[in-house]
């Protein structure tokens, strides 16, 4: 089952494909399918960001098996059960319901079917399964493992992008041109402008030839125009800027994955030793409980629905 629960797809795909929207979004869905028997016999992946979850509905009494004193024993509980909804390539909505729900659900209007009753199998929804990466403290969903770290994320964004415009509109003049005594003509005051507004860094990094004329003086006394050129910002093309605001900015986003820096791609400075010790911390403290964490789901949910008790995951 698990080297294809999906035509064309194995299990390893699709938990590349939850653990990247699990990433991403903080939300996850695994969609199980059944045939006619209620055996499981598909397991799909949905977008997360097609999907929504509906309000929970009122609880009421649910039977459930569990396993006390090597027996299994039945007892009822109150449950609030989940439904899903998917907005279907803009056309429509489809319902589903939470993973182990026994009443059915109808996927066209999201209504329960009455205790015991059976709907056509062409109106019945399938089941999800709801993955997390950190619950969000005012709503059921998830929220990104880094969502702590936003100012950083937004910071580099926007440093980033200061960079870039620097570069594609020259940045700060790289001279101050000093007229005393003249003025310039309208057409050579227009080029400059136009020359120095637009374009990018490299066409305003050229010799600029200035015309003018003075303003004052006499025949006896002739007043000549003087122009200076001071440098103005040459500082500030030695090098990009919040070089090192984005060096603090990718290391505390890292620290909210707990990754050492060698599994970003950081690794000048890594001797076999500190590279195995880096490698088994981030094993033992970040890969393991998330896979265990996953792993649990599956064995606790879908293997027991599969009737495989007493295999784990």
């Known amino acids: 089952f698990f080297a294809e629960p999906?035509?064309?797809?194995?299990?390893?795909?699709?938990?590349?494909?939850?653990?990247?929207?699990?990433?991403?979004?903080?939300?996850?869905?695994?969609?199980?399918?059944?045939?006619?028997?209620?055996?499981?016999?598909?397991?799909?992946?949905?977008?997360?960001?097609?999907?929504?979850?509906?309000?929970?509905?009122?609880?009421?009494?649910?039977?459930?098996?569990?396993?006390?004193?090597?027996?299994?024993?039945?007892?009822?509980?109150?449950?609030?059960?989940?439904?899903?909804?998917?907005?279907?390539?803009?056309?429509?909505?489809?319902?589903?319901?939470?993973?182990?729900?026994?009443?059915?659900?109808?996927?066209?209007?999201?209504?329960?079917?009455?205790k015991g009753q059976r709907l056509p199998a062409k109106d019945r929804a399938t089941e999800i399964i709801h993955f997390t990466a950190i619950p969000d403290s005012h709503t059921p969903y998830g929220v990104p493992r880094w969502i702590s770290q936003l100012p950083s994320v937004l910071g580099s964004r926007k440093a980033e992008e200061f960079n870039l415009e620097y570069f594609d509109n020259g940045g700060v003049p790289p001279v101050l041109v000093i007229l005393q005594g003249g003025t310039l003509q309208a057409e050579t005051r227009k080029a400059l402008e136009q020359k120095m507004s637009l374009g990018s860094a490299m066409?305003?990094?050229?010799?600029?030839?200035?015309?003018?004329?003075?303003?004052?003086?006499?025949?006896?006394?002739?007043?000549?125009?003087?122009?200076?050129?001071?440098?103005?910002?040459?500082?500030?093309?030695?090098?990009?800027?919040?070089?090192?605001?984005d060096d603090k900015c990718e290391t505390r986003i890292r620290r909210s994955f707990r990754l050492p820096p060698i599994f970003v791609g950081q690794a000048n400075d890594y001797a076999f030793a500190t590279a195995f010790v880096s490698y088994n911390v981030a094993e033992a403290q970040v890969f393991k409980p998330e896979r265990d964490e996953f792993d649990e789901i599956i064995t606790m949910k879908l293997l027991a629905a599969m009737g495989y008790r007493g295999h784990r995951m």
């Open 6 to 114: 999906w035509p064309g797809e194995s299990f390893i795909t699709l938990r590349q494909k939850l653990g990247r929207d699990l990433e991403r979004l903080g939300n996850a869905y695994l969609e199980g399918l059944r045939n006619a028997q209620d055996e499981i016999v598909f397991l799909k992946y949905v977008d997360a960001k097609m999907m929504r979850l509906v309000k929970l509905d009122a609880g009421i009494p649910v039977e459930k098996v569990v396993r006390r004193k090597g027996k299994d024993v039945k007892i009822t509980v109150i449950e609030r059960q989940r439904r899903f909804v998917q907005y279907l390539n803009g056309i429509g909505l489809v319902y589903f319901k939470e993973f182990g729900v026994e009443r059915d659900l109808n996927k066209h209007t999201g209504t329960w079917a009455p």
């Open 203 to 245: 066409s305003k990094n050229r010799v600029q030839v200035l015309e003018v004329e003075p303003t004052g003086g006499s025949m006896d006394h002739p007043l000549q125009a003087k122009v200076t050129v001071e440098r103005f910002g040459g500082e500030r093309t030695s090098d990009s800027m919040f070089e090192k605001y």
